[in-house]
């Protein structure tokens, strides 16, 4: 039997969701519990790796194992034995045709930004933060050098493991609420840091240190040293993937509203 998990959790207190030998990963946290409600080992498979510092919504993870349980069940049973900062918003058995990585179509992440003179405090860790004001238009404007199929490896870490640096942005959309902005990011797949660099490019824009033309300059060099710096993690959220619909697995949890 497959089951598939949507799985929620605030990233700061761990390195990243890959498992590391200091156990210190949400992938080393939730297979912990599972072991501990099945009493079975559990190896987990996850849609998108996030690293230290990085939040999620909605991972979605599957797993095989001989156990029947009800979905009510798989809940209440892992969370039981989950820190406070991680949870299982949702389980479903699933074909086993469906892989959580494999049979997505497109991931999804929210960058939420705080502008203000004063550096967060009650969000701290959870959103990014500028001193400086920025300009919507001109990060707006800076988005349509990037949005479709491009080669992005001015904006791809060194350690990327990525086969190709070619992927399709199909949408970013900029919204501000208040002293919070939130840049949504949808593409097939994303690169190592590579919303973090394009974050650090778009804030160059925003602050008025570079035009929005300079965007599309940072694309073709295909030289990560054009970009700016690897902006923060702690305003990074993984929102989810996107599946066909015949898997019915739902696009949102309710840690979906919660962002600004």
């Known amino acids: 039997m497959r ?3 949507g799985v929620s959790y605030s990233g700061q207190s761990y390195q990243g969701w890959q498992s590391q030998a200091s156990g210190l990963t949400v992938q080393d946290r939730l297979e912990a519990a599972l072991a501990k409600f099945t009493q079975q080992r559990v190896s987990t498979l996850c849609a998108g790796r996030t690293d230290a510092g990085v939040h999620a919504l909605m991972q979605v993870v599957h797993f095989d194992t001989d156990i ?10 892992t969370n039981a034995n989950l820190p406070k900062d991680i949870a299982v918003e949702w389980a479903m058995p699933v074909q086993t045709s469906f892989h959580c990585r494999a049979s997505a179509t497109t991931r999804r992440y929210a960058y939420v930004l705080r502008q203000s003179e004063v550096r967060p405090t009650v969000d701290a860790d959870r959103v990014g933060w500028t001193f400086y004001p ?9 988005t349509q050098y990037i949005v479709g199929e491009h080669d992005f490896s001015s904006f791809r870490a ?4 990525a086969l190709s640096p070619i992927k399709h942005l199909h949408e970013i959309s900029i919204s501000q609420r208040g002293a919070y902005w939130r840049f949504e990011f949808e593409a097939n797949a ?8 394009l974050m650090g490019c778009l804030l160059q824009i925003g602050q008025g240190k570079r035009p929005p033309s300079w965007m ?5 060099a295909r030289d990560r040293d054009a970009a700016a710096p690897t902006f923060s993690p702690s305003g990074l959220y993984f929102l989810g993937p996107r599946y066909p619909a015949h898997f019915g697995i739902p696009e949102r949890t309710p840690a979906y509203d919660w962002l600004p």
Request: net charge negative; hydrophobic share 45%.
């Open 3 to 5: 089951i598939a998990l």
């Open 134 to 142: 920025v300009n919507g238009d001109a990060m707006r404007e800076a």
């Open 68 to 77: 029947d349980r009800d979905a009510h069940a798989w809940v209440r049973g």
């Open 216 to 220: 599309q300059e940072v694309l073709h």
């Open 158 to 161: 060194s350690q990327c493991q």
């Open 190 to 197: 994303f690169l190592h840091h590579m919303i973090r660099n």
